[in-house]
């Protein structure tokens, strides 16, 4: 907590010029895709991200600074959702879901699991900067449970043996492929521009379907349309 209050409240360094230059023009063209400037917000944060691991003073002045808004008012929105790291992150994001279903078929077994394994508490990274491990609220997706998100990519039916697998395979940098995408996930900052809105150019990236059990009850509602109804 004390080393968030001080990204917050230390006087921010701007980016250096170069770099504040090519910001700016990626800037503009995401707040161009918006009626109202302030709407680009949200995506203008997680090119931050992709920048600089997390939103830090820097990245909330530099928003503040084209939106015509507060540090203010774009601190209280860098705080208030959870995809906004207020602390450096690592390479991958490993995030267990502990809400109820997760937690109840294993998920706080595999979290207790993982912090011994990789030595962090919840929300610290390991010391070669490679995974950054916390707890996370729901996913929406229990029909999986209990479910880890690496960089917001779903890996389904986790067992404490399987989370740490993935966690090893991710610090050798040999991610797995993703349960409903079937691709690698790509690391924080790349996922982060990716969230700005940037295209994402992983071959098959946009080929992931939903799975039998998210489409059970889709197939029995066409299933009772066909059969007119009937019971």
Not at 135 to 144: F, G, K, M, R, V
Request: proline share 7%.
């Amino acid at each position: 907590m004390t080393e968030i209050l001080l990204n917050l409240t230390t006087r921010p360094i701007p980016f250096p010029p170069e770099a504040h230059d090519r910001l700016q023009v990626e800037a503009r063209e995401i707040i161009a895709r918006y009626p109202h400037p302030r709407s680009a917000l949200l995506p203008l944060l997680h090119l931050m991200q992709s920048v600089e691991g997390y939103v830090s003073g820097t990245g909330i002045e530099f928003c503040a600074e084209q939106l015509g808004l507060t540090d203010a008012e774009v601190t209280a929105v860098a705080t208030f959702y959870s995809m906004y790291r207020r602390t450096n992150t690592g390479d991958y994001h490993v995030g267990v879901c502990t809400n109820t279903l997760c937690a109840v078929m294993g998920g706080d077994q595999i979290l207790a699991d993982l912090k011994q394994h990789l030595g962090i508490k919840n929300g610290e990274t390991t010391a070669d900067g490679m995974v950054t491990l916390e707890h996370i609220e729901c996913n929406a997706a229990c029909d999986y449970a209990p479910v880890i998100m690496v960089n917001w990519e779903f890996f389904d039916n986790q067992t404490p043996e399987s989370a740490k697998a993935l966690v090893d395979s991710l610090r050798d940098e040999q991610p797995p492929t993703g349960s409903r995408s079937g691709i690698p996930p790509c690391t924080f900052r790349e996922t982060a521009r990716i969230l700005a809105g940037y295209p994402d150019q992983r071959p098959g990236a946009n080929d992931g379907v939903a799975g039998p059990a998210s489409l059970a009850g889709l197939r029995a509602a066409e299933q009772h349309s066909t059969d007119g109804g009937a019971r």
